[in-house]
């Protein structure tokens, strides 16, 4: 009987490996349990979707709203209440017992997932926008905050509509001198602050306490 030479025998198939298995199974060990996960929303009813889910008893929820400067429009500088992040809102519940109930609260879309399991988000983090955000709804009327080299515009006034670049803000905050161009000339101008409005149609967008460091996004160069 002829044998074949080891050498010429073809080599076993290996087992498939299992690493992909075992990331799946264990993101599904880390969602799992009472924790705080992000959910879709109806467009400007985050809060109502929250205030649905919390109805339940067993679920708590988080929208966290802030106070805005807009134009209105009719003129003026208007407060208004509006969603940090629109569309989405947090809740704290289990999964995955609870999670069939809460995607079909009124007000919810759907749970927040990247192709697997929902990422469950740190208390840390729900308790920092917590501080920054909910007292800002319950504070005074915002006041405005302009640097210099600001694009502004201004909102109430003779001067309506026209824009320009901040040069100096008084130490008070109560008058704002603006670079404006009015009739192809450059005119330094002092405003009242609460009659600008930030170019994109904001200002201060969000409490300090939220915002990310200057610089933490900026590319570094040698």
């Known amino acids: ?15 498939p490996s ?48 802030i106070r805005l400067r807009r134009e209105g429009r009719a003129g003026g500088v208007q407060n208004v209440t509006e969603a940090l992040f629109p569309g989405y809102l947090f809740a704290r519940f289990r999964y995955p017992e609870q999670v069939r109930r809460v995607v079909s609260t009124t007000g919810v879309l759907g749970l927040v997932a990247f192709g697997g399991p929902p990422p469950r988000l740190d208390d840390g983090t729900i308790a920092h926008l917590r ?16 640097e210099e080299g600001d694009w502004v515009r201004v909102a109430a006034g003779c001067l309506r509509g026209s824009e320009g670049r901040v040069r100096q803000a008084a130490g008070s905050h109560e008058r704002v001198c603006v670079l404006l161009s009015l009739l192809g000339h450059d005119v330094e101008i002092s405003v009242p602050a609460d009659q600008l409005i930030s170019r994109h149609g904001r200002s201060q967008p969000m409490p300090a306490g939220l915002r990310a460091p200057q610089g933490f996004c900026s590319e570094r160069r040698p």
């Open 18 to 65: 299992t690493a992909p298995r075992t990331e799946v199974f264990r993101s599904l060990l880390d969602a799992c349990g009472l924790g705080w996960f992000c959910l879709r929303a109806e467009g400007r009813r985050e809060h109502v979707a929250a205030l649905n889910l919390t109805r339940h008893g067993e679920v708590e929820a988080f929208a966290p709203r």
């Open 131 to 146: 501080l920054h955000a909910e007292p800002a709804i319950t504070a005074a009327p915002v006041s405005p905050v302009f």
């Open 1 to 15: 009987m002829f044998a074949a030479p080891l050498s010429s025998l073809a080599p076993l198939a290996s087992p």
